[in-house]
């Protein structure tokens, strides 16, 4: 049994991956702007660190998991690449002396599908995001929905170069990211028939929306000891819109 911090913890797949941690025998640390053990705004910098600070004095400067899902999906583009992003990296930075600390340690990080599928967004975003500038990616961050996925792509990139690293692997932590699809939870409310309509541009082929409990199933399972091999990986679990849209895009022969 170990000690998991959940950021996002009140949302609709922070909720669903605490129960089952919690039936495991876990102790969960939620961190969230409200209703949670630490409440802090990751969207500023005082808010991230008061929020590590206050994480390691829950946790008596140990922890076993981290699983990273406070996210925004709204109109406001910078907000959304400062907490989706910058509030991501700064969890995982801030959090990695205390997984360290833990003789094996698992930490998963929720990107998305729209990564992948949603065609036509600025990657210049991502851009700037991987450049540790905040200031300019949410200068050219001026549209919420398309800065959504290129602030996932930034973090599911960001998550993929320090997962092989001497601070992450090097150090006994395994990093992954999972990008789900469309999951029903209060971010998405009301927005499956909106998605259902969109057909071939965006498929579904299992013609339902995803569960939060689905993806918690998942997020337990890396946080696991069985899932001692995965390091690096960017897991879609999407109901089959990225395999229908992207069948022959990979896995793709290295060179090519
Ligand atoms: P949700 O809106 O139910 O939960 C998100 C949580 O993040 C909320 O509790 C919210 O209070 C918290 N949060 C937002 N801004 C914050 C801030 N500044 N500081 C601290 N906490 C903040 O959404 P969800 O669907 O449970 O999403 C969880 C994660 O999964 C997000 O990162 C989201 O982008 C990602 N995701 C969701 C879907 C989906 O279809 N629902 C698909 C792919 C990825």
Not at 2 to 10: D, K, L
Not at 30 to 47: C, F, K, M
Not at 221 to 231: N, P, Q, R
Request: proline share 5%; hydrophobic share 45%.
């Amino acid at each position: 049994m170990g000690t998991i911090v959940i950021t996002g913890s009140a949302g609709g797949i922070g909720r669903a991956t605490r129960a089952l941690l919690v039936a495991d025998g876990h102790e969960v640390i939620g961190v969230d702007v409200r209703d949670a053990e630490v409440e802090a705004d990751l969207s500023t910098a005082g808010g991230r660190k008061a929020m590590v600070r206050d994480v390691e004095d829950a946790c008596d400067g140990v922890l076993d998991g981290l699983v990273v899902a406070a996210g925004l999906q709204n109109d406001d583009g910078p907000s959304v690449v400062s907490i989706n992003y910058f509030g991501a990296v700064a969890t995982l930075e801030g959090l990695r002396p205390l997984l360290e600390r833990s003789a094996s340690a698992s930490a998963v990080v929720i990107s998305s599908n729209s990564t992948t599928t949603q065609p036509g967004y600025p990657v210049e975003v991502a851009e700037w995001c991987l450049a540790d500038d905040e200031t300019r990616a949410r200068a050219v961050a001026t549209d919420g929905l398309t800065a959504y996925p290129a602030s996932k792509l930034a973090l599911a990139l960001w998550t993929r170069r320090a997962a092989t690293t001497p601070e992450w692997i090097g150090a006994g932590i395994r990093l992954n990211a999972i990008a789900p699809g469309f999951i029903d939870t209060p971010m998405t409310d009301g927005g499956w028939d909106f998605v259902a309509s969109l057909g071939d541009v965006y498929p579904i082929p299992i013609e339902r929306p995803g569960q939060s409990a689905e993806v918690a199933g998942l997020i337990r399972y890396l946080l696991s000891d069985e899932a001692g091999f995965f390091c690096g990986s960017f897991i879609v679990m999407d109901g089959g819109t990225d395999a229908r849209l992207r069948s022959d895009d990979w896995p793709r022969p290295i060179g090519l």
